[in-house]
């Protein structure tokens, strides 16, 4: 029994309210049950100095914490520096947002992708992936509302979701309580059909190539349902 109650494939609630900032270009509040993320777009139109005369677009991204967005308060980041967690986990964001981008098609501007984690209850990084996506997709419709760009260069969305085997079994979406104990943790990054990043690890537990075939098999169905969150929040 997992300690929410879930069937071992079943998700947490999940949605996705767009337009929940006045100046962002693209912006969206994802819920994963009680991990909550503001995501927020921003159209630069000027590109990193190693990208200038090339043609090509730039999605990036940060990520952080609210100071309680957890059990027990954490300092700010700004007062501190960047956690290298928290930089792994932005450049986990901003290379998996990339992955779906005609990077030609966007042209030489860039996108800054804000993740900023109000609650926190496990899957953060997976939230910001997916929640990420809804705010780029909104800031490029603007875009080529504006006329500033002729083509969609988002590809195919991006969503990502956590698996793991807790208390021997296999199952979707982490929470706390599982992320905490679970034998093995696994963040699956996807395309429509293709899979852009894993990471899977032992904390307690070695795995097996078949279980490893479940999780995925798992996390593949996870992210068909984000995917059709996505599509509906940006219709």
């Known amino acids: 029994m997992r300690p929410s109650g879930r069937e071992t494939h079943q998700m947490r609630d999940v949605s996705i309210e767009t337009g929940v900032t006045r ?3 693209g912006s969206c509040m994802i819920r994963m049950g009680d991990t909550h993320v503001l995501c927020t777009a921003t159209v630069d139109e000027r590109v990193p100095s190693f990208l200038k005369n ?21 300092r700010r980041e700004a007062k501190n520096g960047q956690s290298g967690r928290t930089q792994e986990i932005q450049r986990l964001i901003g290379r998996s947002l990339r992955a779906g981008v005609d990077r030609v098609a966007l042209g030489e501007r860039q996108i800054q992708i804000d993740c900023d984690v109000i609650q926190a209850d496990g899957g953060t990084r997976c939230a910001s ?21 002729t083509a969609d260069p988002l590809v195919d969305p991006v969503a990502a979701i956590s698996c793991g085997i807790y208390a021997g079994q296999e199952v979707l979406d982490l929470d706390y309580p599982e992320d905490s ?20 690890s032992a904390e307690g537990a070695t795995f097996t190539r078949g279980q490893m075939d479940k999780l ?9 349902d984000l995917h059709r969150i996505q599509m509906e929040a940006v219709a």
Not at 193 to 199: F, H, N, R, S
Request: proline share 1%; no cysteine; hydrophobic share 50%.
């Open 23 to 25: 100046h962002a270009e």
């Open 54 to 74: 090339s043609g090509l677009g730039w999605v990036t991204a940060e990520y952080g914490m609210l100071p309680r967005a957890t059990h027990t308060r954490m």
């Open 129 to 149: 992936i997916t929640g990420g996506w809804v705010a780029l997709k909104l800031a490029v419709n603007k875009l080529m509302k504006a006329g500033l760009i």
């Open 181 to 200: 104990e679970a034998g093995v943790d696994g963040n699956f990054i996807m395309t429509a059909g293709k899979l852009v990043e894993v990471q899977m």
């Open 216 to 224: 995925l098999d798992l996390a593949e169905a996870g992210i068909t």
